[in-house]
């Protein structure tokens, strides 16, 4: 089993910055796929971005382009989210999650999920 920790959210105000961390253990690693996903109240969870963990292959949604960094630290077993330029609209609750094999965005196809931090960006 694969568990996800993740960690940084909290209150900001639009156009502050956050980083969120995801710390794996078990058997996370190469051929895995981690992925930032979000659920903001009423609303279903959507993909935000993700990487390989092998090879370090970034995607993100349209929305967070140019304005959320993914990264990740082989060594320390974690993924990081760097986001930048926070909206409101980014208000949510931010999971990670991971799969064995290719990237994919939907958030059925992913088999592994940390517990949530809440990020809140006021205006």
């Known amino acids: 089993q694969v568990q996800l920790i993740e960690s940084g959210g909290g209150l900001v105000q639009a156009g502050d910055s956050l980083r969120l961390s995801c710390a794996a253990s078990g058997r996370t690693g190469s051929g895995y796929t981690i992925g930032w996903f979000r659920q903001a109240p009423g609303k279903e969870r959507e993909f935000v971005a993700a990487i390989t963990w092998n090879f370090g292959v970034t995607y993100y949604t349209d929305s967070v382009r140019g304005r959320f960094a993914i990264s990740r630290d082989n060594a320390k077993n974690t993924v990081f989210l760097q986001m930048n330029s926070l909206k409101p609209e980014d208000t949510a609750v931010y999971y990670c999650?991971?799969?064995?094999?290719?990237?994919?965005?939907?958030?059925?196809?992913?088999?592994?999920w940390g517990q949530g931090t809440q990020v809140t960006v006021s205006s």
């Open positions: 999650a991971a799969r064995y094999g290719d990237y994919v965005m939907h958030v059925r196809e992913y088999d592994y």
